[in-house]
């Protein structure tokens, strides 16, 4: 019975449970003696004051702490590239301009021809619309294919298609009213001043 007591005594050391139990008996033997563990691993007893001391470094858990270093998030990068500017020169050489007058707006043809003079523009005397285009709510700009490079800076300048001049002009005295002028501009009443 005694060898049961000091058995148990020795397997709670490792269990922790029984060694508390087992340090105030004074009926066990305090010799060290060689005995077997219930996971078969030899065991050695010990006295009760090792058994108190033993006993809690054996049930001890023991705790890993990891510590990660702190992630940090960057906001997006936003690189935006300042817009190239391209001026493409007006041409305004090689073409005679013609501005005939469909607003009905008296003086919207002369006014318009200095203002296209002082951009470069060779330019002759203003003239007055005729037949079907007499007036105009729009707009136009006309041209002789010789002069597409005038009649496109003229409507890059106001914003008007460019189309093909017809036969006969639409101004006073028809396409003789025309002269030296291979681009002409009907003036109407969305640009008259």
């Not at 009926?27 to 809690?56: I, K, M, N, Q």
């Not at 037949?131 to 009649?151: F, N």
């Amino acid at each position: 019975m005694l060898r049961r007591v000091a058995i148990a005594c020795l397997v709670g050391l490792f269990g922790g449970v029984a060694a508390a139990a087992c340090s105030n008996r004074s009926d066990l033997p305090r010799a060290s003696t060689v005995g077997t563990g219930t996971l078969g691993d030899a065991v050695t007893s010990t006295s009760a004051a090792e058994a108190d001391t033993a006993a809690p470094a054996l049930t001890t858990a023991t705790t890993l702490s990891v510590t990660t270093p702190p992630t940090t998030t960057l906001p997006p990068t936003t690189t935006t590239a300042a817009p190239t500017t391209t001026t493409i020169p007006l041409v305004t050489e090689g073409a005679v301009l013609l501005v005939a007058n469909a607003s009905a707006v008296p003086g919207a043809a002369g006014r318009l021809t200095e203002t296209l003079r002082g951009l470069g523009f060779h330019v002759a005397d203003p003239t007055d619309a005729a037949g079907y285009e007499e007036s105009l709510d729009v707009s136009k700009i006309y041209a002789k294919p010789e002069a597409a490079a005038v009649a496109e800076s003229l409507s890059r300048v106001t914003g008007l298609p460019v189309s093909n001049m017809p036969t006969p002009a639409p101004i006073v005295d028809a396409t003789v009213g025309l002269g030296d002028a291979s681009v002409l501009l009907m003036l109407g009443k969305d640009l008259a001043k």
